[in-house]
């Protein structure tokens, strides 16, 4: 099992940034993946979740209408779109599955990658 994320990097405030995170050694399509993210110094965060076809979502309220999470099954693959970047998003990005829900608590989430990191500083 494996969840390979990538795209991170230093931007400057008000930039967009896309990242991708790539699934193996299990199915895909019958999971529901999520991003999460840890701050410096806080705790990991729930960032946005999508069922597992896709057509349900749900976000934090502090990335609601900056950020689209958005998966391709046939590639087994999820992104997350980040628009209008702020510093306090700032944080190492994990995606993570759930073969059982569509849940915000990262307890609950069978599988993990390893994370990327978003700076996001003028």
């Known amino acids: 099992v494996q969840l390979q994320a990538s795209g991170g990097g230093l931007v400057q405030p008000g930039d967009s940034l896309r990242l991708s995170c790539a699934a193996s050694?299990?199915?895909?399509?019958?999971?529901?993946v999520a991003w999460f993210r840890q701050p410096p110094g806080k705790e990991r965060e729930f960032v946005a979740v999508?069922?597992?076809?896709?057509?349900?979502?749900y976000y934090a309220a502090s990335v609601k209408g900056r950020f689209t999470i958005s998966r391709d099954n046939a590639e087994n693959t999820v992104y997350l779109q980040m628009n209008s970047l702020k510093p306090e998003d700032t944080a190492i990005y994990y995606c993570?599955?759930?073969?059982?829900?569509?849940?915000?608590?990262?307890?609950?989430?069978?599988?993990w990658g390893q994370g990327t990191l978003v700076t996001v500083s003028s």
């Open positions: 050694g299990f199915t895909f399509s019958s999971t529901n």
């Open positions: 993570a599955a759930d073969r059982s829900s569509v849940s915000v608590m990262p307890e609950t989430y069978d599988y």
């Open positions: 999508a069922h597992q076809a896709g057509y349900r979502t």
